[in-house]
């Protein structure tokens, strides 16, 4: 059965629906699609249910949490508040969406990644020929999902008069200690099994320990069936590279100010990464590096939540990372 926005009832039970999220629940209930040309337009089905009981989530107006609580209906809406909120942050992360091929979410404690080797089509010169095989595999053993979580301890009487944007930031916070957790995991899947290359031992030229832009031409050679389009890069090796002559052309700089992004000469981004240890550059091709696996993006206790026991409001969060293709990626040492 359908219902309209304003007298969908709401019950806790709707966090227990197994392969669903709360919001996808009122989604199937009170589908978006029906408020196409009308007031509600650009709402989905949980802001619109703030929109009904007129809580206010930001704005100079913002509610406070107490809000929430002003009945059994509007306090299930609380769970999801605090889930939303705990994602923005781990969203506002961009380096993850930047080195990750592909994001997928699946139900339960691990994932099997799939791989091919590197390969390329051959001439068939008569119809009878056959053709070079590359085997697309499933990974010997499963790749795990890890969690990661966090208790915030607060008690209702100290929330309660909270500002809930105000609220949002702090929880924000959390989402972006996961995602801090997830680029860690991000980077060790790609180190493991690349090649490894370090300055001034070929073939990559120049001298050991000191940066030059002819060692990272040939560490750019080396991606021979993938393009290197982007580069984790620690924070030193990062200054190093930003004191080239060749990374101080007006193009780049121009680029940098007017969207953050710092790109190469070797025509890649450059990302900043503190989850990459000193004296190291990752480079690989975004494209068909890395596959990440959440489930789900972000988990939170419920129960305790709608009854008003805010003394803990935990929040958890799963992921794991497999290689997609080994070419695509590779190291180099300062």
């Known amino acids: 059965m359908e219902y309209n926005f304003d007298n969908l009832p709401l019950e806790k039970g709707m966090y227990n629906h197994a392969g669903m999220t709360f919001g996808g629940v009122l989604e199937s209930l009170d589908p978006s699609e029906k408020y196409i040309g009308s007031a509600m337009e650009g709402l989905d089905a949980y802001e619109r249910q703030l929109k009904r009981f007129d809580i206010r989530v930001g704005g100079a107006n913002a509610s406070t ?52 080797p590197s390969g390329s089509p051959a001439l068939i010169e008569d119809a009878g020929d056959e053709m070079d095989e590359a085997v697309m595999a499933l990974a010997a053993t499963a790749t795990p999902l890890k969690r990661y979580g966090l208790c915030v301890a607060a008690s209702y009487d100290a929330l309660r008069a909270q500002k809930l944007d105000a ?41 050991k320990g000191t940066m030059s832009y002819g060692a990272l031409i040939d560490f750019w050679n080396t991606f021979a069936s993938s393009e290197m389009n982007t580069m984790l890069v620690s924070r030193d090796a990062a200054v190093a590279m930003l004191k080239l002559s060749e990374f101080q052309n007006a193009a780049a700089g ?66 794991g990372f497999a290689k997609l293709c080994g070419s695509a990626v590779g190291i180099l040492k300062v």
Do not use: H, W
């Open 167 to 207: 609220l949002a930031v702090l929880l924000g916070s959390v989402g972006e200690g996961l995602a801090k957790k997830y680029l860690s995991d991000a980077v060790t899947a790609l180190k493991t099994g690349a090649t490894t290359y370090t300055i001034g031992t070929s073939p990559i030229g120049g001298t």
């Open 65 to 116: 949490v107490e809000k929430f609580f002003e009945n059994s209906q509007t306090a299930v809406l609380f769970p999801e508040f605090v889930a939303r909120a705990v994602k923005a942050g781990l969203d506002a992360d961009t380096t993850i969406p930047a080195v990750v091929a592909t994001v997928s979410e699946v139900d339960g404690i691990s994932f099997n990644a799939v791989s091919m």
């Open 254 to 319: 121009l680029d940098f100010q007017a969207t953050g992004r710092m790109i190469t000469p070797l025509g890649a981004t450059m990302i900043p990464c503190s989850a990459v240890e000193t004296g190291t550059i990752i480079g690989l091709d975004r494209s068909k590096a890395l596959e990440m696996a959440v489930s789900p993006a972000v988990c939170v206790e419920t129960d305790k939540l709608i009854n008003r026991r805010l003394d803990r409001i935990a929040v958890s969060g799963a992921a």
